[in-house]
């Protein structure tokens, strides 16, 4: 059983930045389909920001420009730092990690992910 703990939410001003981090216990080494997801109450959780595969990147288009994803080379860490934060990035923000690599076309769909982490707050004031 995969185990993921987010960390490195807080509550910012607009144009601020904060750095995101889920550390993924035991780690994986088949380099797995893993993201970062948000939720609003009410809403569905959206995907930010996908490594499908290895060394490929997708990030939705509300936040393309600001936010990076990135993950260790040992399996054991996935962050994302987010930049030029705006109101509307205020939300609940989870990782993800599917069991197998996906392809980019189901990527941003959060059925297809396995594990979950509880989810970091973020709140962008203005």
């Known amino acids: 059983q995969v185990q993921l703990v987010e960390s490195g939410g807080g509550s910012v001003p607009a144009g601020g930045s904060l750095r995101l981090s889920c550390t993924i216990s035991p780690a994986i080494n088949n380099n797995p389909c893993m993201g970062w997801f948000r939720q609003l109450p009410g809403r569905e959780r959206e995907g930010v920001a996908i490594?499908?595969?290895?060394?490929?990147?997708r990030y939705a288009d509300s936040v393309k420009g600001r936010f990076t994803i990135s993950s260790d080379n040992a399996g054991n860490a996935l962050y994302l730092q987010m930049d030029n934060l705006k109101p509307e990035d205020t939300a609940m923000y989870y990782c993800a990690v599917a069991n197998r690599v996906c392809s980019v076309s189901s990527s941003f769909s959060p059925t297809i992910y396995a594990y979950w982490g509880q989810g970091t707050q973020v709140t962008v004031f203005s």
């Open positions: 490594i499908p595969t290895l060394a490929t990147f």
